[in-house]
């Protein structure tokens, strides 16, 4: 999670190439499993993660599943609120960041 150079990058250089259903397929598992949101399989894209009690422990726990699920890395300057405000807000901030590695 460390801003490092090529952050944003695969690391193994493996080719990730989802489509958007199956990007949130990858965040729903893991919210589901790293971040203790029970009900993120059949959550709303668009609903509020902070009301579903997605904290920064959370957040960080789902980062790092993210992050070896889909072979990149996460740069530190993108963990704002707004882009774990949903899992619709999560898919986009990931999409930019496998679309351009």
């Not at 919210?31 to 399989?41: K, R, S, T």
């Not at 890395?73 to 807000?89: H, V």
């Amino acid at each position: 999670m460390a801003a490092q150079p090529g952050a944003g990058q695969r690391t193994s250089g493996t080719a990730v190439s989802l489509s958007r259903t199956e990007l949130d397929q990858h965040i729903r598992t893991a919210l589901a499993e790293h971040a203790d949101l029970a009900d993120a399989l059949t959550l709303p894209g668009s609903d509020s993660l902070a009301v579903r009690g997605l904290n920064s422990h959370a957040t960080v726990n789902l980062v790092v599943a993210l992050e070896e699920d889909l072979d990149f890395e996460f740069p530190d300057d993108l963990f704002t609120r707004e882009n774990f405000a949903s899992i619709d807000a999560i898919a986009a901030v990931i999409g930019r960041l496998l679309a351009h590695a």
